[in-house]
């Protein structure tokens, strides 16, 4: 069983920068790729961004390449969401989700461990 717990969502202008924390009590972390899913009023959970097992290879949304950043510190079992740029249609409720596979994986169905989420709120 893993918990993962999100951190640092707040309200920020557009234009300004956020780091998103998810500390993971998993005892092999560093065996799980990670993600960051989003989920705004009245929408789907959206697909953020993804890092591999050993955090060599990352993936993007296209909304988010260039402006967000995802990293991981297997050592202190958590992931990290740099996020620049913000835009207004960034808010949303940021979740951090785990799975124990070694690809890379985009589909919310595919991870089995969720996070409670951290709201983001980007003013215009």
């Known amino acids: 069983q893993v918990q993962l717990a999100e951190s640092g969502g707040g309200l920020v202008q557009a234009g300004g920068s956020l780091r998103l924390s998810c500390a993971a009590s998993a005892r092999a972390f560093s065996g799980y790729a990670m993600a960051w899913f989003r989920q705004a009023p009245g929408k789907g959970r959206e697909f953020v961004a993804t890092i591999r097992r050993s955090g060599g290879s990352t993936t993007y949304a296209d909304s988010v390449k260039g402006r967000f950043t995802i990293s991981r510190d297997n050592a202190k079992n958590t992931m990290y969401l740099q996020m620049n740029s913000l835009k207004p249609e960034d808010t949303a409720v940021y979740y951090c989700?785990?799975?124990?596979?070694?690809?890379?994986?985009?589909?919310?169905?595919?991870?089995?461990?969720w996070g409670q989420g951290t709201q983001v709120t980007v003013s215009s």
């Open positions: 989700a785990a799975v124990i596979l070694s690809r890379t994986v985009m589909i919310a169905n595919e991870y089995d461990y």
